[in-house]
């Protein structure tokens, strides 16, 4: 690999790296070579062109030996290679076979399941994640199931260390705690909490919603004694809010939830506070 600024033309000097034996190996090895060519370049160094190893205890790459000319990588013609003559058929049954690729999945993925492309462009740049978004957004809200894989699925890869086919909460998992998010018998907050539980194993979301009792009340006759409560509690943030500090609102919301135990639907807790601020009472 090799760097070069902005603007320039010509490439970098190239550096080689073998000692690379898994996807996670060789991206560890890339960003560490980026960064020590990218300190050499600043300090006014020169690269040298050699071959390097990674070592993947220490987490860097270390000189093996040095190359001088292209040719000591064996970069030159050999007269006893024949030319490779592909006809049309051969290249258009190879294209037919081919899978779908990252940036035809990118736009794709903007088009028919209208994620922003910025969080396309991490989705399909791994075929296992762009996979296991797809299995996800197949059975539950797609742009929920975006963000749920880039938070907290991938919060918990990096935190363990786990590939993403190889996590505890599979695609079909995932895809039933966020549609109990998108029906609201749990809140986003409380799933974060099931997310948890499901990835030390303890069960699907149904199970784990059910064992602790988190499901959502949507009752709205409950929810209003709770925020009439909150208010009588609060008189001085009562009045600010209606002095117009328009940011109180989320804080008596905060203690109608801490007072359900995170299980009234927010949206009414939202909606039934607005009405109770706006009739004029205490």
């Known amino acids: 690999g090799s760097l070069r600024r902005h603007g320039d033309e010509a490439f970098g000097t190239r550096t080689e790296i073998k000692n690379l034996n898994s996807f996670r190996i060789i991206e560890k090895a890339i960003d560490y070579e980026v960064e020590r060519q ?3 370049l600043e300090a006014g160094g020169e690269i040298v062109q050699e071959t390097r190893l990674y070592d993947a205890d220490a987490d860097e790459t270390r000189s093996m030996r040095s190359k001088e000319e292209a040719n000591d990588y064996r970069y030159f013609p050999d007269p006893d290679l024949l030319p490779v003559v592909l006809d049309e058929a051969f290249v258009d049954g190879i294209r037919s076979n081919m899978p779908e690729l990252p940036a035809a999945r990118r ?26 978004f797809e299995q996800c957004a197949s059975a539950s809200d797609a742009r929920l199931a975006a963000n749920w894989i880039l938070g907290e699925v991938t919060a918990a890869m990096n935190r363990d260390d786990v590939a993403i086919d190889s996590s505890p909460v599979n695609a079909r998992a995932l895809s039933q705690l966020i549609s109990r998010i998108a029906d609201s018998t749990i809140s986003g907050k409380l799933a974060k909490q099931v997310f948890e539980a499901m990835w030390a194993g303890e069960g699907s979301a149904d199970e784990i919603i059910d064992a ?25 943030q009562v009045q600010q809010f209606r002095d117009g500090k328009e940011k109180v609102l989320g804080y008596l919301v905060g203690q109608v939830m801490k007072a359900s135990k995170g299980k009234a639907n927010p949206g009414q807790v939202n909606e039934l506070l607005r009405a109770r601020l706006s009739n004029g009472g205490s």
Request: charged fraction near 25%.
């Open 212 to 236: 602790r009792g988190l499901r959502q009340f949507t009752d709205a006759g409950a929810i209003a004694a709770i925020v009439d409560q909150v208010v009588t509690d609060n008189p001085g």
């Open 107 to 132: 736009e794709r993925f903007v088009t028919q399941y209208g994620l922003r492309q910025e969080d396309a462009d991490i989705l399909a740049t791994q075929r296992a994640l762009a996979d296991y």
């Open 38 to 40: 990218a300190d050499i």
